[in-house]
């Protein structure tokens, strides 16, 4: 592993700083850690931890007038890990892209995960919607197709294979098929149009069923966003072995950002049936075009606990 870690290394500097690269390649990443206290059921502990740093590169290459190919591979750098070999895939994929669109092939994200946009005001951190909706699913073993756009407007799917992780029939005990599809319209960063909106579905994804609802706006200064989710478990079994059919949970998600000169303040709530409640609010202050400093609390309240889960933190992002 150590081995591994220093090709990769070694790797990345390589492509940065040669000039006789095949094609150019992009060397990117960005490190987010926080001073952080996370109160969970009742127990205090103080971290310094990463959430989601990475490390990566991409580029594309020109093959025809019609036709390039382009590719990703990035990982995941926990500096909060005890663990020197501190390396976690991210995406990691190749693919073509001209007027028929563009096809990729490898470890990606679905199709719903991509479809939420930036609603998500406190992704990566303790109020990462992901800690209450089921989908945000990163799988490897993946086929991706996404559509050229048209008015705004573009769709795609995602085929994921049998043999990636958690895709198990637990009724008939075997490997299955899953897919991802979601139609987009819009800017998710909002940049070059004033809203954003994704309609997604995931069938037999990691073993769930999953229709997703996202709009993103702008309103007189506010970033405004919604989303709902209705997700239910596929079928498993009773400990006597009968099938158990899973209830369907619905759940929304509301955010808020309004920015001040170079503060940003957030908010954000969430709920999701038999699951939980979560609400954060936060603020970001610009240092520079790719460093900030941010702060946050979110307070958690699981179906399940019998205490709410609180998290408070002040961090540091720089993006290069």
Sequence with gaps: MKLANKLLLS????????????????????????????????????????????????????????????????????????????????????????????????????????????????????????????????????????????????????????????????????????????????DSGLKKTPIYAGLAYDNTVQGYDIVRGTVHGKIAGFKLGGMYQQQEQNDSLNDDGSVKKNQSDKGYLLSAAYGIDKVTLKAQYQDMERKGKAASVGADYKLAKPTKLFAFYTQRDLEEATKKDNYFGIGLEHKF
Excluded at 13 to 28: K, R, W
Excluded at 50 to 64: C, Q, T
Excluded at 67 to 82: P, R
Excluded at 124 to 137: H, M, P, Y
């Design 11 to 186: 790797s990345l500097v390589a492509a940065a700083f040669s000039a006789q690269a095949a094609d150019p390649v992009t060397v990117y990443g960005k490190l987010n850690v926080t001073v952080q206290n996370n109160n969970v059921q009742g127990e205090n502990s103080a971290t310094i931890q990463s959430n989601a740093s990475r490390l990566g590169v991409k580029g594309d290459f020109e093959i025809s007038s019609g036709l390039e190919a382009f590719y990703t591979i990035e990982y995941e750098v926990d500096t909060g890990s005890s663990a020197k070999e501190n390396f976690k895939a991210r995406n990691q994929f190749v693919g073509l892209r001209g007027g028929f669109g563009s096809v990729m092939l490898g470890r990606n994200d679905t199709m719903l995960k991509k479809s939420q946009g930036k609603v998500d005001q406190f992704n990566d951190i303790a109020g990462d919607l992901k800690n209450l909706f089921k989908g945000e699913v990163r799988a490897e073993q993946t086929v991706t197709y996404m559509t050229p756009e048209f008015s705004g407007l573009s769709a795609g799917v995602t085929w994921v294979g049998e043999n990636s992780n958690k895709q198990i029939d637990a009724v008939k005990g075997e490997t299955v098929n899953g897919f991802s599809a979601a139609v987009m319209y819009g």
